[in-house]
Structure formats: C-alpha cells, structure tokens
C-alpha cells in the first residue's frame, strides 16, 4: 500500500494522521451496525433451506471486507505517526 509522502508542498502530517484517523473512526463505527443488522434466522426461514445460511455467509463476506479496508487505514495511520 502506498502512504502518501510528507513534504512542504503536501497536505500536513497531522492533516493527514487526522483524515486517516477519522476514516478508521467512521469503518468501526461501521462494523458495529454491521452487527446490528446481521441477519437473524427467523427473517429467513419462510425462503427455505439454505436461506439463512446464505445471508449469514453474504454478511460475513461484507463484514469482512469492510475490516479489510479498515485495516489498511490503520497501517496508514500508524505509517503517518511514524
């Protein structure tokens, strides 16, 4: 992943740590609905077999990616810190 580069001309060290920091603020606030709004089987069953399992699988899948880009904001932020 390439972090950005702080010099004279850029944006600032601390602008950029903050941006960084927010963004990795707003995706756990994020995964916390998440949660929330994981499926529940009773929401399914009516579908058939197999229903809940796949809307268990395609929210994991979500919840997933979503850590995955949080994580790389934090590796940012702990490159912008120094």
């Known amino acids: ?36 709004a994981a499926p529940n089987a009773r929401d399914y069953y009516p579908q058939g077999d ?6 268990e699988a395609e929210h994991r899948s979500r919840v997933r990616r979503v850590q995955e880009v949080l994580a790389e904001y934090e590796r940012l932020a702990e490159t912008l810190a120094g």
């Open 1 to 36: 992943m390439l972090a950005p580069t702080v010099h004279l001309n850029g944006t600032s060290q601390e602008h950029l740590l903050d941006q960084v920091t927010a963004a990795a603020t707003a995706l756990r606030a994020a995964l916390e609905k998440m949660q929330d």
């Open 50 to 55: 197999g229903a809940y399992q796949q809307a």
